[in-house]
């Protein structure tokens, strides 16, 4: 249940950063916190902050990049060398995800660590 309200907590940090325009690092603290907060083990502490993160930020780049109708997403595409605006989609959504992931496991294992590694 605990797993849920992390990734529940996450897709709402996540969606208040990006409302606010905060850093992008700001989901990751933000992931920290919660993955100390809620005693789910290291591998849920990754997976339910990483899949709320790569949903968040996903839906957010797509949405830019339908806004713009894709011209800076394809324009960028072929700064980077890659065939299309929406591979920039995916791989902003996995380094959002891959941030608030590490994030996250970084806060369950710093609960486990200071628990004497217990839950």
Do not use: Q
């Not at 990734?7 to 208040?16: A, G």
């Not at 789910?40 to 713009?68: E, Q």
């Amino acid at each position: 249940m605990y797993r849920f309200f992390l990734l529940v907590s996450v897709l709402l940090v996540c969606v208040l950063c990006l409302y606010l325009d905060a850093s992008w690092y700001a989901p990751a603290v933000a992931s920290i916190a919660l993955g100390y907060l809620f005693p789910v083990w290291r591998r849920g502490g990754f997976y339910f902050p990483f899949l709320a993160a790569v949903m968040v930020w996903g839906c957010y780049a797509g949405y830019l990049h339908l806004f713009s109708e894709g011209r800076l997403g394809d324009r960028l595409a072929v700064t980077f060398g890659v065939p299309t605006g929406w591979v920039l989609v995916a791989v902003t959504a996995l380094f959002g995800g891959i941030t608030a992931g590490l994030g996250g496991f970084l806060g369950a294992s710093i609960r486990i660590a200071l628990a004497g590694g217990k839950r």
